[in-house]
Each structure stands twice: as structure tokens, then as C-alpha cells.
């Protein structure tokens, strides 16, 4: 009875020794990936976490942030960047201190999952990198730890002027020639120091004086415009007089330029006119 005693006591023990080493169910493993991972300033990127549920979850969260900055981005997510929008199933993204805090929909076991953030760069944050990351957590505070994503590397808001061809007139009792271009800027960053050039090719052509401020002569006239904010418009107008004995065809361009342009190919607008009399100018 004594031994039968010992043994059961020695195997209650084992068994609560067991209890005691079973390892506690680990949460789910995360992805994260991002695209693009090359971001302007005043644009956005998309991190996605993506696993698979092992377990039930109820509450829980994951929270993205930054790390290893440098640059302009050495600070917290929130630091500069906002939140655009998120998909995927979420509950709700929200900026909670120096993290970026999804709420999870409830999760159960062997569900696979993939959520999505959109983040806007601020507009002024200077060149950089910084690391994505996510966290799980369950409703209780637990986790196991950040999983690292793609290095994202932000480059600062720069502008894009693009030239848009109007329209020309001409009236043929003062021999006056007018052509018409907006330059819009489809960049993140304002056009600054911008300039328009005005070429005439070949010369002959046009023979009133340049414009106040310009640089040049009558076919190639160089003059200073205003700034052009991201997303904005500058409407301009090149009048001349057309010479009554400049008889042919000719090329007439309008260019716009500005520091920093990040496409410089689509600047310019570009007609091809033609004189058969002082009377009778037309262009296309």
C-alpha cells in the first residue's frame, strides 16, 4: 500500500512537471511587406501584414512603426507620416504615441489574414530610410516580438512641370501672333525660379522686342515666371509680330523650366506655322 502510495504521488508529480514545461501557444507569425518601398514626400505607401491565425483571438491588435531611421525619418511613424486608409477587414488605424495601432476583426484558428495601411509621407520630410514593423498582440497585452519589413527609402516632394498646348490666333490687320500654354505642375513639391523660353526656329520670323525682364532676342527669349505649387497652373501667353517678309514654314516652342524637375522631357509645347502672306499665317 506504501509503495502504491509512493508511485501514484511520484506520478502526480510528473504530470504537474509536465503542466508546468508545456510551452504556451505562440501567436501568429507575421509578414510585412510595403510597396512602393522608394516614396516622394507628399505620397503614399502601402504596408501589408499578412499570417495565418492559430488560434482564436478576440481584441487583438497588431502595431506598425519605424525603426533604424536616418535622415528626415529618424523619428516615429507618426512623426511623418499620416494615416490614408487601411483595408483588409480592420477595425479601425489610428495613431496611438509612436506607433500606427490596427484593430483586428476576431480571428479563429486557421484563418489567414492580410491587412493593408496606406501612409502619407509628410510633404516636408527630407530624404531618409527607415524600416517598417509589426507587432501582435493579443486582447490581454501579449506578443511575441516585432517582425521587420522592407527598408523604405523616402526621397524629398520635388516638382514636375508639365506643358499644355493651347491654342494660337492671329490677327492679320496688326500682324500680331499670339500662342497660348499652361504649364501644370503634376509634382509633390512646389516649382520654383521657373522660366519660360521662347524659341523661334528658323529666325526671321517675329520682330517685336523681348519682354520686360527677359532675357534673349525676339526668337529665343528667356523670362522668369511664378511659382507653380504642387497641383497648380500657370497660364501663359507669347505675342509677337509676325515680319511681313518672313515667307515659309517655321517652329515655334514654348518651354518651361524649374530646379529639381523630375520629368523634364514633357516641358514644352510646339507649333509649326506657316506664312504665305502677311495676310495669311496658319499653325499648327
Not at 46 to 51: C, D, Q, R
Not at 189 to 203: D, E, H, R
Not at 209 to 217: F, R
Not at 238 to 251: D, E, I, K, M, Q
Request: charged share 5%.
Amino acid at each position: 500500500m506504501r509503495l502504491r502510495s509512493l508511485l501514484s504521488a511520484l506520478a502526480l508529480a510528473g504530470g504537474l512537471i509536465v503542466a508546468i514545461a508545456a510551452p504556451a501557444s505562440a501567436h501568429p507569425t507575421l509578414t510585412v511587406t510595403a510597396s512602393p518601398t522608394t516614396v516622394p514626400a507628399a505620397t503614399t505607401t502601402t504596408i501589408t501584414i499578412s499570417g495565418t491565425s492559430n488560434g482564436n483571438y478576440s481584441g487583438a491588435r497588431i502595431d506598425v512603426s519605424a525603426t533604424g531611421g536616418t535622415g528626415g525619418t529618424t523619428g516615429t511613424l507618426p512623426s511623418f507620416t499620416s494615416i490614408s486608409s487601411f483595408s483588409g477587414g480592420l477595425t479601425s488605424a489610428t495613431e496611438v504615441g509612436s506607433v500606427d495601432r490596427l484593430a483586428l476583426p476576431n480571428l479563429t484558428n486557421g484563418q489567414a489574414f492580410s491587412y493593408d495601411l496606406t501612409v502619407t509621407v509628410d510633404s516636408a520630410t527630407a530624404a531618409g530610410t527607415f524600416t517598417s514593423r509589426a507587432q501582435f498582440y493579443t486582447s490581454g497585452g501579449s506578443t511575441t516580438g516585432a517582425v521587420n519589413g522592407p527598408v523604405i527609402t523616402v526621397t524629398p516632394a520635388a516638382p514636375d512641370l508639365s506643358a499644355i498646348k493651347l491654342s494660337y490666333g492671329y490677327k492679320a490687320l496688326t500682324q500680331t501672333l499670339n500662342f497660348n500654354a499652361w504649364a501644370s505642375n503634376i509634382g509633390t513639391g512646389t516649382a520654383t525660379n521657373v522660366t519660360l523660353t521662347k524659341t523661334v526656329s528658323p529666325s526671321g520670323l517675329l520682330t517685336s522686342a523681348i519682354g520686360a525682364g527677359c532675357t534673349g532676342g525676339a526668337d529665343n527669349e528667356t523670362c522668369p515666371q511664378s511659382d507653380v505649387p504642387a497641383g497648380g497652373l500657370l497660364s501663359t501667353t507669347f505675342p509677337r509680330t509676325v515680319n511681313l517678309l518672313a515667307l515659309g514654314n517655321y517652329t515655334v516652342t514654348m518651354t518651361f523650366a524649374t530646379p529639381g524637375d523630375t520629368d523634364p522631357t514633357n516641358n514644352s509645347a510646339t507649333w509649326t506655322c506657316t506664312v504665305l502672306t502677311g495676310l495669311i499665317v496658319t499653325c499648327t
